[in-house]
Each structure stands twice: as C-alpha cells, then as structure tokens.
C-alpha cells in the first residue's frame, strides 16, 4: 500500500510562482513513476507531469511546458512541481499520482490510470 501527501497549495496572482510537494509513504519500496494531474472546475482530470523514478526522465503536457518543473528528492519518494508564470487556466485541484510497478509512466501516463491517488490540493491563480 502507498499513501500520497500533497501540500504546498494556495492563491496566487497571475504570473506567480508555487510548489507543490508529494510525499510517498508506506510499505512499497521502490516507486516506478510519479506524477501530477488536475482538474479544474467542470473538467475531467488531465495530465500535468510525469518523472520516471529510476532514470529520472520526465514528461510534461504541452500546456505547461517550459513552466512547470518535476523534480524529486533523492528518497525518490518526493516530488514537487515547481510551477512559474502561473495563469488563471492552471487554476484546478492538483493530485498527486504513483505507479510502483515497473521502470516507465505507461499506465500513469500514457493511459491516465495510476495505481495510487493523494487527496487532492487546491491551487487558485487570480488576474
């Protein structure tokens, strides 16, 4: 079993910056991939990054490429998401993914299905 604890949410104006922080906690050794989703108001919950544990690779959605950031500790069991020139549409509920088996992102990524979900936390950018 794993647990997820995100924190590091809040209210920014546009332009801002926020990081975000996960936390993996439980009995699974190794994690495989981790990642972040959000779901705005009325959407369905989308991909935001990905970072394949062991070789440290990551992915991003094309919306915040070149703004958003994954990088994690050297437990491998915490990320973050440095997230700079926040806008009004990265307004959502950021979560907190894992998939502990194997090496890549397939499932978390590449078919929006991880394994283990955090609770959610609120991030809200004004104009």
């Known amino acids: 079993q794993l647990h997820l604890a995100e924190s590091g949410g809040g209210s920014v104006m546009a332009g801002g910056s926020l990081r975000l922080s996960c936390a993996a906690s439980g009995s699974i050794d190794r994690i495989g991939c981790l990642g972040w989703f959000r779901q705005g108001q009325q959407n369905e919950r989308t991909r935001v990054a990905s970072i394949r544990t062991a070789s440290g690779g990551t992915t991003y959605t094309a919306a915040v490429k070149g703004r958003f950031s994954i990088p994690q500790d050297n437990t491998k069991k915490v990320i973050y998401l440095q997230m700079n020139d926040l806008q009004t549409q990265d307004t959502a509920i950021y979560y907190c993914?894992?998939?502990?088996?194997?090496?890549?992102?397939?499932?978390?990524?590449?078919?929006?299905?991880?394994?283990?979900w955090g609770q959610g936390i609120q991030v809200t950018i004004s104009s």
């Open positions: 993914a894992a998939d502990p088996t194997g090496y890549t992102c397939l499932r978390l990524w590449n078919h929006n299905d991880p394994t283990y």
